[in-house]
Every structure is written in structure tokens, then in C-alpha cells.
């Protein structure tokens, strides 16, 4: 068929992708802004801001190979913000550096240790498992927290801390249900910790679809008149409220 000038001068129109779609879900808009890198990419904080690539894939090295290095830098000087991505061959190699260097290695000229996290994207909130933990003494430190939840499947954990000083509780992320309720039914109500005065608690942890329940069952019962079971958060307390039997 023929085409005139006219139509060949119009561009084609913008190709509709899930996540920049109007109706896009929360879930959708934050795997376009969080691509995935299939559990292989890490965020790194409390560097040295003059730490070169080079250097930090030479921590990162004893854990697997490293694919790549991404240095944070500020737009205005150029110089380093103190943060990085890095990126391993496998995925394997990301949760060793996760378990072995969070909160353990303290830079040449830091006042911090160094902080490791899978970044975001890279975990399946569909398949891992996150708990809450309350009741932690202020005193307990990461380390130690490590030592009792670092088991097969565990992922993370993260203690809570505002100014530099622990909240009283941390969230524990693990690859599988099965390991997380290993995890509940072994240490919830059953571990004292040093400095502190009762066990700690340990549950799973609300997903954001559970807020969303909740937050419209709380107007729900608000509009009826009827009183529902107090929530303590973790960002209002060491432990939540749990309701009396």
C-alpha cells in the first residue's frame, strides 16, 4: 500500500509498558524504577567518599566475582556520596557479602562500619519472608543478632536504629516460610537476651497488602462504631501490642 508524506511524518506512537501505564500497580511502578538484577545487586553505604571502584570490588572479590561497580556520586561536585551498587556474577556470591561484611567492616576514616544490603528489586516479595523482632535489649548488638538468626535461607537482618542508636527491634528477611516459622516457633517468647528483662518476640511481619486490609478495616469500624484490636508498630515501639486472651 502507498503511504503519503503526512503519515510518514508521524512519529509512532509510545510503546505502553506496565509500569508507565496510568493503571499501573504499586508493585509494577517499582519494578520499572527497581529493574531486577535477579538477586545479584547490592546497595553499599558508609564508605569513604573517596574509595575508587576499583578498591571496593577488591572487598567485594573474596565472595564471588564481581560484575560490575556503580559509585554514587554527588551531581553538583562529582565527588562521592559514600554509597555504591555492586553487582556479582551470581547471586550466591551477593548474600555471602551481605552476611559477612553488614555492620562488620569499618573503613579506613569512617566513624561507622560499613552497611550491605540487597538492593532494592532484588528480592521476590512473593516468595521471602519477613519477621519482626521486638524486645531486643538497646545494648544487643548486630553482630549478635547475626549469631542467632544467620541460619540457611536467612537473607538479612536488620537491626533498627534511629540516631545511630538501636530502636529495640529488627527485621529478619529469609528465602523461605518454611525457615521463618523454623525461626518463630524456636526463639519467640523463649530467648532472654543479655541486659534484657523478658524474651524477645518474633512473628512475621505485615506485608503491605496486610496494611492495606487493616487500613480499610479500621475505616470500616470506625464508620460502624466498632472498636478494633489495638497495633503497636515497630516505629512506635520495641514490640507490638499484641491483644489479651
Known amino acids: 500500500a502507498n503511504v503519503t508524506p503526512q503519515q510518514q511524518s508521524q512519529p509512532p506512537a509510545p510503546k505502553s509498558t506496565p509500569g ?35 578498591q571496593l570490588s577488591d572487598i567485594m572479590r573474596p565472595f564471588g566475582e564481581v560484575d560490575n561497580v ?27 557479602a551481605v552476611a559477612a561484611l553488614n555492620n562488620e567492616m569499618q573503613l ?4 561507622t562500619k560499613m552497611q550491605i544490603r540487597l538492593a532494592e528489586g532484588e528480592y521476590d516479595s512473593s516468595k521471602d519472608v519477613k519477621l519482626f523482632v521486638g524486645q531486643i ?8 543478632l547475626d549469631a542467632i538468626f544467620r541460619h540457611d535461607h536467612c537473607l538479612e537482618v536488620a537491626l533498627l536504629k534511629k540516631d545511630n542508636k538501636s530502636r529495640g527491634c529488627a527485621f529478619v528477611r529469609y528465602s523461605s516460610r518454611e525457615a521463618a516459622e523454623e525461626a518463630v516457633a524456636r526463639l519467640n ?25 487493616r487500613g480499610r478495616t479500621a475505616g470500616h469500624t470506625a464508620q460502624s462504631g466498632i472498636s478494633s484490636p489495638g497495633y503497636s508498630s515497630p516505629s512506635s515501639a520495641g514490640s507490638p501490642r499484641t491483644q489479651s486472651s
Open 20 to 54: 508507565n501505564s496510568p493503571d499501573a500497580s504499586p508493585k509494577q511502578k517499582k519494578a520499572k524504577n527497581f529493574p531486577t538484577c535477579g538477586g545479584r545487586k547490592t546497595f553499599v553505604g558508609q564508605l569513604p567518599k573517596d574509595i575508587t571502584g576499583q
Open 70 to 96: 556503580k559509585m554514587l556520586l554527588d551531581k553538583k561536585t562529582g565527588r562521592g556520596t559514600g554509597a555504591a551498587f555492586v553487582i556479582f556474577k551470581e547471586p550466591e556470591s551477593a548474600v555471602k
Open 108 to 111: 579506613p576514616g569512617m566513624a
Open 137 to 144: 535489649p538497646t545494648t544487643t548488638s548486630q553482630a549478635e
Open 189 to 213: 517468647g523463649k530467648l532472654v537476651l543479655e541486659g534484657g528483662q523478658s524474651p524477645i518476640t518474633v512473628r512475621l511481619a505485615y506485608t503491605e497488602a496486610d496494611k492495606r486490609r
